[in-house]
C-alpha cells in the first residue's frame, strides 16, 4: 500500500500571505502528483498536476516536486479567503498492477482569515 | 461538455438493503474510477476501470461490493446486504488515460458530485 502523508492541520493563514502545503510519498517510482482542492461538502477540484522534478506555477499556484526526497508541495500566494478548504495530495505508481490508481492523503485544512 | 455525473446525490437506505449507485463519465474518458470518502478523510480507492473491464479492483473491501461498466461508458457500483459501516460518500472519477505527450503517465482525475449513501 502506497502511503501518501500530509499534515492534516489547520493551517491557518491571513489574507494576502503565502500559504505552503506538503505531502510526502514512500514509492519512489512514482510520477503522477497531483493537488485537489475540496471545499467542505463537495468533491474534490484538481489544482495542480506535476509529473518532472521542479516548480510549475499556474497563477497563484507553485507546485514543487523533489522526486529524490519523495515530497511534492503545493504554494499559494496572495491567500484569499476563498482558498479557505482542504487540500489533497495525490500521487499515483506508473508500473505494473496498480498502473492508473491514485492514492490521496488525509488532506489538509487551510483557513484564510481576512 | 459535461462533466462527470453521479445519482443519486444522496441515498438513505436501511441496514440489509441492495444498492445501486450510477456513474456517467465525461465523454471521450476511458478509465473510470470510484472512491469512498469518509469524513475527515482523503479519498480511499475501490476499483478502476479502463474500458469495460476492472483493470484493478483490489480496493473493494469485500464480496458485498461489486461494479460493473458494461459498454466502456456508464459504470454502477453494487452494494448487497448494506451495513452502517458503509455510510460514506462514494466519489466516481474519470480520466484520459494518457496525460497528453506523456505515454504512461496517468491523466488527473475528473470528480462527480459525489453520492452520499447513509445507511441505518
Known amino acids: 500500500q502506497k502511503e501518501v502523508e500530509q499534515n492534516s492541520g489547520p493551517l491557518s493563514v491571513p489574507e494576502g500571505a503565502i500559504a505552503s502545503l506538503n505531502c510526502t510519498y514512500s514509492?519512489?517510482?512514482?510520477?503522477?502528483f497531483f493537488w485537489y482542492r475540496q471545499y467542505s461538502g463537495k468533491s474534490p477540484e484538481l489544482i495542480m498536476s506535476?509529473?518532472?522534478?521542479g516548480d510549475k506555477e499556474d497563477g497563484r499556484f507553485t507546485a514543487q516536486l523533489n522526486n529524490a526526497s519523495q515530497y511534492v508541495s503545493l504554494l499559494i500566494r496572495d491567500s484569499q479567503p476563498s482558498d479557505s478548504a482542504t487540500y489533497l495530495c495525490a500521487v499515483t505508481a506508473d508500473r505494473g498492477s496498480t498502473l492508473g490508481r491514485l492514492y490521496f492523503g488525509r488532506g489538509t485544512q487551510l483557513t484564510v482569515w481576512p | 461538455g459535461a462533466g462527470v455525473s453521479q445519482t443519486p446525490s444522496n441515498k438513505v437506505t436501511e441496514k440489509g438493503k441492495y444498492v445501486e449507485l450510477r456513474c456517467d463519465p465525461i465523454s471521450g474518458h476511458t478509465a473510470l474510477y470510484w472512491y469512498r470518502q469518509s469524513l475527515g478523510q482523503g479519498p480511499e480507492f475501490l476499483i478502476y476501470f479502463q474500458g469495460t473491464g476492472a483493470a484493478d479492483d483490489s480496493g473493494l473491501p469485500n464480496d458485498r461490493f461489486f461494479a460493473v461498466r458494461p459498454e466502456g461508458s456508464v459504470s454502477t457500483l453494487k452494494i448487497q446486504r448494506t451495513e452502517r459501516g458503509d455510510s460514506a460518500v462514494y466519489l466516481c472519477?474519470?480520466?484520459?488515460?494518457?496525460?497528453?505527450?506523456?505515454?504512461?503517465?496517468?491523466?488527473?482525475?475528473?470528480f462527480g458530485n459525489g453520492t452520499r449513501l447513509t445507511v441505518t
Open positions: 514509492d519512489r517510482v512514482s510520477q503522477s
Open positions: 472519477a474519470s480520466s484520459l488515460k494518457y496525460a497528453r505527450g506523456r505515454a504512461g503517465r496517468i491523466s488527473p482525475l475528473h
Open positions: 506535476i509529473y518532472s522534478n
